[in-house]
């Protein structure tokens, strides 16, 4: 054998060949896989898409990857039985109803009956509750009054049936008391005291007719006047404050007394004369009705001033003013029965004469200007001349509101 000849140089790198793609698809249930599976195919990407076109399927690549058959469920199990409840425990026993809102006005019964009998000797509780079993609770039941009964002024009673003022009943408010150490009396419930011979200024009807429970006040006091021996001299004192509600019906065939007082002048030496108390204030609220009998009154009218008394011919020591009317206000839930509309009294106080012995030349001292309540308090005398004359006191106020809850605008 002859020697081995030298090797030949490598030839270039031929272009590469063309890529292989594998292909998953989803197979479903027939015949190639029962229960389904996935198709997998190949072949060789001739055109360099890297997308396994049909015409570059390799036929003997396709295989199945098949699911197997899904397995059956198992028997549910059989619920246990339910429990018996236990039994129910028993109620507690049920609290007493309270009262609704403004509906506690009324009160709540607890001081029982309330009964004032004809035979019975007068009843204070003015000066306090020791004769009652419950002390200051007047939140009765039903009140019935056939006798005369004293209250203070500020005094509210309630009722959770009706409040009845028999024929021979009386109501009587203690005045509201003035601090005479000083001249200025209080002004009570209007809207200026009485000043020197200016008598007060009253409130209108508009205001009088809104009052609520949270006025306790009465009219305004006459003023005393400021010359000479005063000890001797008073302005006369104002009507109290009186508030009764029921929630049954009111009934007054009797009185119910809130009048201003009369100025009081004793003693014979030359003097003015003050002015008279101003009116008081009632207030009747009832979820039923209010009737006010032929023969029953309410009293509220403005009290008179006090004359003047002379002093030597010429000199004139004036008269007082008279009060003005008080209020009295219905608040109720059907409309009121009233006999006579006359017998509720909120009429002005008369003046008071001047004190002159002759022809009046020098006035020495001006009389008290009245007190003041729905209506204004008359001047006293302020001149020697006609204009300067006292004044009585003007009409107060009297007013009716009918609504299904009238303890709404009064609480």
């Not at 009233?338 to 002759?358: L, R």
């Amino acid at each position: 054998m002859g020697p081995q000849g030298l090797r030949g140089e490598v030839g270039p790198q031929g272009p590469q060949g063309p890529g292989v793609v594998v292909e998953n698809m989803v197979e479903q249930p027939g015949g190639n896989c029962q229960h389904g599976g996935v198709r997998i195919r190949a072949g060789a990407d001739g055109n360099g898409n890297r997308v396994l076109e049909e015409h570059e399927v390799d036929p003997s690549s396709t295989q199945y990857l098949c699911n197997g058959a899904p397995g059956s469920m198992g028997a549910q199990g059989i619920q246990g039985p339910t429990g018996e409840a236990g039994p129910t425990g028993p109620s507690g026993a049920q609290g007493p109803q309270g009262e609704p809102g403004a509906l506690a006005l009324y009160g709540d019964g607890s001081a029982g009956d309330f009964t004032h009998f004809s035979t019975s000797p007068l009843r204070n509780l003015a000066i306090g509750y020791g004769s009652l079993a419950n002390g200051a609770n007047l939140m009765f039941r039903n009140v019935r009054i056939d006798g005369t009964l004293i209250l203070a002024s500020g005094t509210t009673i309630r009722a959770t049936g009706d409040i009845i003022i028999g024929p021979t009943g009386v109501i009587a408010i203690n005045p509201e008391q003035q601090v005479q150490s000083v001249n200025s009396p209080d002004r009570g419930i209007a809207t200026s005291a009485a000043e020197d011979y200016q008598g007060g200024r009253g409130l209108d009807l508009g205001r009088s007719a809104l009052l609520t429970r949270f006025d306790l006040r009465g009219g305004g006091g006459g003023f005393r006047p400021k010359h000479g021996n005063t000890t001797n001299a008073f302005g006369g004192e104002a009507g109290g404050r009186l508030i009764l509600a029921a929630r049954g019906n009111i009934i007054i065939n009797g009185n119910i007394d809130a009048a201003g007082r009369t100025a009081q002048l004793t003693g014979g030496q030359p003097l003015a004369g003050g002015g008279g108390g101003g009116g008081g204030v009632v207030t009747l609220v009832s979820r039923g009705t209010i009737t006010l009998g032929a023969n029953g009154f309410i009293r509220a009218n403005g009290g008179n001033g006090a004359n003047g008394i002379a002093g030597a011919p010429g000199q004139l020591y004036g008269g007082g003013g008279g009060g003005g009317g008080g209020i009295v206000q219905f608040l109720t839930a059907s409309a009121p029965s009233i006999a006579n509309a006359s017998n509720i009294v909120v009429t002005g106080g008369t003046v008071g004469n001047a004190g002159v012995s002759g022809a009046a030349t020098t006035l020495v001292a001006v009389g008290g200007g009245g007190g003041a309540s729905g209506g204004d308090g008359g001047d006293g005398t302020k001149s020697t001349v006609a204009g300067g004359a006292a004044e009585p006191g003007n009409t107060g106020d009297f007013s009716t509101t009918v609504t299904p809850q009238p303890e709404l605008i009064f609480y």
